[in-house]
């Protein structure tokens, strides 16, 4: 790797491949948003910036008290959450 973190005049993005248990913990302790796309009550992809937590095995997800795509996963449970960093590799889908 040259000198700086750099290689052929990129930035440097990190390590390439799956998270270790360890990694995964600490990345989403790191309170980054999360982005989940549901459908809404006609049927149509709705994607929305969340807050979230992650325990148990799980996510909880964190709306507004009066934001309408609180409902949408009740009524459908066909979602998909993903969080992600900006300019490097790591993300959980």
């Not at 795509?69 to 009524?75: D, G, L, S, V």
Request: glycine share 10%; hydrophobic share 40%; charged share 30%.
């Amino acid at each position: 790797m040259p000198e700086g973190n750099q290689a052929a005049g990129k930035e440097w993005r990190g390590r390439v491949g799956k998270l270790s248990p360890d990694e995964l913990a600490a990345f989403l302790a790191e309170g980054d948003v999360a982005r989940l796309a549901c459908l809404d009550h006609d049927g149509w992809p709705y994607v929305v910036p969340v807050w979230f937590h992650y325990a148990d095995g799980g996510f909880y997800l964190v709306p507004r008290e009066r934001s309408a795509w609180a409902e949408y996963p009740r009524a459908n449970r066909r979602v998909a959450i993903t969080i992600d960093e900006a300019g490097r590799q790591r993300k959980v889908t």
